[in-house]
């Protein structure tokens, strides 16, 4: 599979990624079996590049990636939420993610937070490093992604610890800031440079093309809209946004591409883009997700969609 490098930092990714929020328990609960089998399969298919955060079923993501990783793969994982056992009477929140430890997630972009969380991130994983460390959510909390955390992952960079640094989130507007204000090796944005919704086209990826920041895609589908589900961005998808995927639908079958064979392979096209990350919960997802992603696509069909 192909790979692609991070920014100016020593980290290539796989084109194809695999992420990890799906083994976590988002939406649905997947067994350790089953979710090791998958990470495994993923391995086999090609796929070196695996993301992670403690947020992802409180740590169950982590530490099934850590259980079942084996050789060589770039690994990344996300700070900003510190993860404290519940007290006594409280109850976990699920957050979207099914049969949750007992924990509870805390904020905390301090520079003692983000070391904690990536201790504590390590030791989930059973890893001594991971390749690529990425400031997770932070829309509520920018000033203190200048004041602190942006601060203490740049002297993990600096010190070693990680290769590369960035952002993740599911908004434009905020990443773009910071590519711009920061020295970003990457940033991980969801569902804003898709089929459905090709936003980031106006901000975001013309900064990363200035700046030299590389970008990851994750929701491909859009939550599931371009994969044949109801959904769009965790919610029902409205009617006209059905009809849209009706079109897209019947142009890539004048052509013999599935649709989510070209969701998959649309952000790819940009040349900031370096990965795309899918959500895999088993062994036959992630053959089914690998099969799509080395599709053959004419370059007529792009140019009808």
Same mark, same amino acid.
């Given at each position: 599979?192909?790979?692609?490098?991070?920014?100016?930092?020593?980290?290539?990714?796989?084109?194809?990624?695999?992420?990890?929020?799906?083994?976590? #328990?988002l939406?649905?609960?997947?067994?350790?079996?089953?979710?090791?089998?998958?990470?495994?399969?993923?391995?086999e298919?090609?796929i070196?590049?695996?993301?992670?955060?403690?947020?992802?079923?409180? #740590?169950?993501?982590?530490?099934?990636?850590?259980?079942?990783?084996?050789?060589?793969?770039?690994?990344?994982?996300?700070?900003?939420?510190?993860?404290?056992?519940?007290?006594?009477?409280?109850?976990?929140?699920?957050?979207?993610?099914?049969?949750?430890?007992?924990y509870?997630?805390?904020?905390d972009?301090?520079?003692? #937070?983000?070391?904690?969380?990536?201790e504590?991130?390590?030791?989930?994983?059973?890893?001594?490093?991971?390749?690529i460390?990425y400031?997770?959510?932070?829309?509520?909390?920018?000033?203190e992604?200048?004041a602190?955390?942006?601060?203490?992952?740049?002297?993990?960079?600096?010190?070693?610890?990680?290769?590369?640094?960035?952002?993740?989130?599911?908004?434009?507007?905020?990443?773009?800031?910071?590519?711009e204000?920061?020295?970003?090796?990457?940033?991980?944005?969801?569902?804003?440079?898709?089929?459905?919704?090709?936003?980031?086209?106006?901000d975001?990826?013309?900064?990363?093309?200035?700046r030299?920041?590389?970008?990851?895609?994750?929701?491909?589908?859009?939550?599931?809209?371009l994969?044949?589900?109801?959904?769009?961005?965790?919610e029902?998808?409205?009617?006209?946004l059905?009809?849209?995927?009706?079109?897209?639908?019947?142009?890539?079958?004048?052509h013999?591409?599935?649709?989510?064979?070209?969701?998959?392979?649309?952000?790819?096209?940009?040349?900031?883009?370096?990965?795309?990350?899918?959500?895999?919960?088993?062994?036959?997802?992630?053959?089914?997700?690998?099969?799509?992603?080395?599709?053959?696509?004419?370059?007529?069909?792009?140019?009808?969609?």
């Amino acid at each position: 599979m192909e790979r692609r490098r991070l920014g100016s930092s020593p980290v290539e990714v796989t084109t194809l990624a695999f992420g990890g929020a799906a083994i976590g #328990g988002l939406y649905a609960p997947v067994s350790d079996a089953e979710a090791m089998a998958a990470v495994r399969r993923a391995q086999e298919r090609g796929i070196g590049y695996f993301d992670t955060a403690p947020h992802y079923g409180t #740590g169950r993501s982590e530490r099934l990636l850590g259980a079942a990783l084996t050789g060589e793969y770039v690994l990344s994982t996300k700070v900003g939420r510190l993860l404290v056992p519940l007290e006594p009477g409280e109850t976990p929140e699920s957050q979207g993610f099914a049969d949750p430890p007992p924990y509870k997630r805390v904020w905390d972009w301090s520079a003692d #937070g983000i070391r904690r969380s990536l201790e504590e991130s390590l030791k989930r994983l059973g890893a001594d490093h991971v390749d690529i460390l990425y400031l997770h959510d932070p829309d509520d909390h920018e000033e203190e992604v200048y004041a602190t955390a942006y601060p203490a992952l740049a002297a993990l960079r600096e010190e070693g610890v990680v290769r590369a640094i960035g952002a993740g989130m599911n908004q434009t507007a905020m990443l773009t800031r910071f590519v711009e204000r920061l020295d970003l090796d990457v940033v991980l944005c969801a569902g804003r440079y898709t089929l459905l919704d090709r936003s980031a086209e106006e901000d975001l990826l013309p900064a990363c093309l200035r700046r030299g920041t590389s970008v990851v895609i994750g929701g491909a589908y859009n939550s599931g809209l371009l994969a044949g589900g109801t959904t769009y961005n965790y919610e029902p998808a409205p009617p006209e946004l059905l009809d849209r995927v009706a079109g897209l639908e019947r142009v890539c079958a004048e052509h013999g591409v599935p649709l989510r064979a070209a969701a998959l392979r649309f952000a790819l096209r940009h040349p900031a883009v370096a990965s795309v990350l899918v959500g895999c919960r088993s062994a036959a997802e992630v053959d089914d997700n690998t099969t799509l992603f080395e599709t053959d696509i004419p370059e007529a069909l792009w140019e009808a969609l």
